[in-house]
């Protein structure tokens, strides 16, 4: 028996001098390092009594010991769970209770405030701050560093991402050992990843960008990242020398092209920079063109399946699209309502299939069944267009989704904490264009009948329960939402009127 990430991406490095980690303070750490510190973390997974299958919710900053967790959580059998440091209390109480989380570990600034919701869950918490200190630590520092791995089938649970649903309730996609490995594989031949490579890491390791594309394919292909503990313009222009590549949002892209010390001259040596998450303007790709020289790599994934298409390496790295899908993924674009596919160049329902398509949503086998058809076709919620030489291109979203920075907030639950406020009515939130995160969120509100809707309160209340990604940045009352005879909200036209809100308004 064996296990295949295990194998893949860290037992070939076990015992290496090689750098893995460039820290920001300069320091380095090496693979063998890296993953002694697993190992321990894997001993004290063990001795926290986590057995292979259980969750390991996670909501600690980023640090090499986050990432120590995660690689101690493939070598042990246990299920990541990482969550968005951004989440409040309440967010968290739902994913620690819905996954059932043996351990549950959190910053040690929020321990008091977590304990509630792991006693709730039956999770043991422990906690793990961004300086690498913390409860797990202490119990860290007193394993042995050597754990044997513990086998895994392929399709054994790796991971568990949370991804907000469109009925304002997350769902957590289960990412199994093949899932994450065949995507790994295709990312670093069609990438050209090798050991010489250096990523510039900027993301954040709770969402599949950051964890997997980013750091799997680094680890597979046995080179190193510049782990930064966030995007932080200045230390990402201070590091780009060191970098052979880099991964990004494109928010990362724009902020880059705003400073005009982000010339030719100091991305010359770069050999890659890639972009995913969220849509890429046709606009960006020809200034960063224009400034640098390099033609930003789209590709377009989702929680769910990790990578799907990609731009080619060699060729033509097109604007405005997403390329082609990887070696062993199927794309088709299909009528929406009767799911058969539409001819080359209509637009329709894009369906993804191959080994990177997740098993299922965690406990929800209807909402798995919705959208994970049995022939193993994934409806992915994106409006897309396939053009003759394959190139795929991502025209709208068929979901009610804001991406905003790469992050993505189902109105749908916006809505819903919005109309339990006190003199609200009803609520629309919608997604307006904005100059920084590409899009960002418009509530619109409609006051009980003779009452007064208090703003103030309701941003407070908003600060309580809501990531702060999440929270509206333009509130405005109106006396009624537009609606179609059918009496349905009309979206549409709330985002035309709304279309110029953020464009002359910083933050
Ligand atoms: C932070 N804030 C945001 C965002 N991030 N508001 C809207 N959208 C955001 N994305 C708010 C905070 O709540 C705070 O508000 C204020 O901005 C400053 O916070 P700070 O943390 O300093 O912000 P930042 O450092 O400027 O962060 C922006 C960022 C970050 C660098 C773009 O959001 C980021 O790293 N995004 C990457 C997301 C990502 O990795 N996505 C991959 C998902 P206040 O002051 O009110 O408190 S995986 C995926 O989508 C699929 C699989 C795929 O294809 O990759
Ligand atoms: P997530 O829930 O974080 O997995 O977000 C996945 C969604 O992000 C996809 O369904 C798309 O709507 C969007 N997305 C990811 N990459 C791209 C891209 N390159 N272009 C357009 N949309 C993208």
Redesign the pocket.
Known sequence: MTNPLYDALLAPHEGSDRVFLHLADATTLSYAQFLAMADRTANALAALGVAPGDRVAVHVEKSPQALALYAACLKSGAVFLPLNT?YTPKELDYFVGDSGAALFVCDPGEAEAMAPIAKAAGSALKTLAGDGSGSLSDLVAEQPDSFTAVDRAEDDLAALLYTSGTTGRSKGAMLTQKNLLSNAEALVVTWRFTADDVLLHA??IF????LF?ATNVTLLAGGALIFLP???QESVLAQIPRATTMMG?P??YTRLLDDARFTRELTEHMRLFVS???PLLADTHVAFEARTGHRILER????ET??NTSNPYDGDRRAGTVGMPLPGVEVRVCDPEAREPLPTGEIGMLHVRGPNVFKGYWNMPEKTREELMEDGWFITGDLARIDADGYVTIVGRGKDLVI?????IYPKEIELFLDAQPGVLESAVIGAPHPD?GE?VVALLVPEPGQEIDLAAITAAAREDL???K?PRHVEILEALPRNTMGKVQKAELRTRYAGVFQHKAG
Do not use: C, D
């Open positions: 951004a993301l954040p969402h599949s960008h950051g594309v966030r995007f932080e949002v928010t990362f995913g998450s969220a377009y994934g989702m929680t990790s990578m905003s920075g790469g992050y993505n995160f960002s990531a702060g990604f929270r």
